[in-house]
Nanobody, 121 residues
Framework: QGQLVESGGGLVQSGGSLRLSCAASGFNLDDYNIGWFRQAPGKEREGVACISRRDDNIRYSDSAKGRFAISRDYPKNTVDLHMNSLKPEDTAVYYC??????????????WGQGTQVTVSS
């Protein structure tokens, strides 16, 4: 059975950068819309970026625009989230998931286990 695995989280200072990766085992991520989400302590999970399966259309949340970039690495079969100018409020567990419908975060399926991102001030 296929699954998603996130990696790349860690502790970074405010203003720093991180690259998160969402890897798939057992299936090709190219065949799916992919969304990146995050959940901070005490808050609901929110979608931050998504990429479509056919033509790589991309959407970002308002909090991610101008700082985050989502992309596919086809040889590695990953979907990466490049995060720049990180702020303490970006601290959260970050997840990737398959989206049954592009830009519809409520259609998420097959969550990974998450990777912790902590931004210190």
């Amino acid at each position: 059975q296929g699954q998603l695995v996130e990696s790349g989280g860690g502790l970074v200072q405010s203003g720093g950068s991180l690259r998160l990766s969402c890897a798939a085992s057992g299936f090709n991520l190219d065949d799916y819309n992919i969304g990146w989400f995050r959940q901070a302590p005490g808050k609901e999970r929110e979608g931050v970026a998504c990429i479509s399966r056919r033509d790589d259309n991309i959407r970002y949340s308002d909090s991610a625009k101008g700082r985050f970039a989502i992309s596919r690495d086809y040889p590695k079969n990953t979907v990466d989230l490049h995060m720049n100018s990180l702020k303490p409020e970006d601290t959260a567990v970050y997840y990737c998931a398959l989206l049954m419908h592009y830009n519809d975060y409520t259609s998420a399926r097959a969550w990974g286990q998450g990777t912790q991102v902590t931004v210190s001030s």
